[in-house]
C-alpha cells in the first residue's frame, strides 16, 4: 500500500486503484494524474524491485508501454546492479518486449551486454535468452543461435524446464533461418562423436 498527498489530500494506492484517505474508490481521471505522479517519485526513490517490476505489468495492461519501459528498465538495472537474478528472471522478458514493441532494442541491448561478463550472470539461462531474443531483433540470428543454444544447455544442466522466450526464439531460428537451425543437429552429433 502506498501513499500520496496530492493537492492536499491524501490517497492511498491499493493494488492499481487508489482510494481517498476515507476510502472513496477514485475515478479515472484522478486515478490517471496519481499515477504519473506515482511514476515520476518511483523513478527519481530507490524503489522496491517488485514494485517496479508491478508498476511495470500495470502501465503494460492499460496499454502505457513507454511509462513500462521506464519501469522496467529502472527495475532490470536495479537488478543487475543488486545481482538479484531471481528479480531478474521476472524482469527480463518484460523489458524485452516492451523495448522491441518501441523499437528500443538498442538501449536493452547495451544495457545486458555491459553486464555479460559478470560471474553472477554466466549460468542464467534467461539473461542468455534475452541476449538471443535482441540478437534476433537486430537481425543477427547466428548471435542469437549462440545465445539460446547456451541458454537451452543451461535449462538441461539446471534441470529447469525451458522457457517461454527461448522456445520462441528456436521457432523463430527455425523458421526464418533454417540453414542457422540446422547447426543444432550438426553440433549434437559433433558431441556424441569421439575425437
Known amino acids: ?91 527480463l522478458p518484460r523489458f524485452v518486449q516492451v523495448a522491441i514493441s518501441l523499437n528500443q532494442v538498442e538501449e536493452v541491448w547495451t544495457l545486458l551486454k555491459s553486464f555479460e561478463d559478470q560471474e553472477f550472470l554466466k549460468e542464467q539461462p534467461h539473461f542468455k535468452t534475452a541476449l538471443a531474443t535482441l540478437a534476433l531483433s537486430y537481425e543477427l540470428p547466428q548471435e542469437a543461435f549462440n545465445y539460446v543454444l547456451e541458454a537451452t544447455l543451461l535449462f538441461k544442466v539446471q534441470k529447469k524446464k525451458m522457457s517461454d522466450e527461448a522456445m520462441m526464439v528456436w521457432s523463430n531460428l527455425k523458421k526464418n533461418f533454417p540453414d542457422i537451425y540446422k547447426q543444432v543437429g550438426d553440433k549434437l552429433k559433433a558431441e556424441k562423436s569421439p575425437l
Open 1 to 91: 500500500m502506498d501513499k500520496i498527498t496530492y493537492r492536499g489530500k491524501t490517497y492511498i494506492k491499493i493494488k492499481q486503484d487508489w482510494y481517498s484517505d476515507l476510502g472513496a474508490k477514485q475515478p479515472l481521471k484522478i486515478a490517471v494524474e496519481l499515477d504519473a505522479l506515482f511514476h515520476e517519485q518511483m523513478l527519481h526513490q530507490s524503489a522496491n524491485l517488485i514494485d517496479l517490476i508491478d508498476q511495470g505489468r500495470h502501465y503494460v495492461t492499460i496499454g502505457q508501454p513507454k511509462k513500462a519501459f521506464d519501469m522496467f528498465s529502472s527495475a532490470t538495472t536495479l537488478a543487475l546492479q543488486t545481482q538479484d537474478v531471481n528479480q531478474l528472471w521476472v524482469v
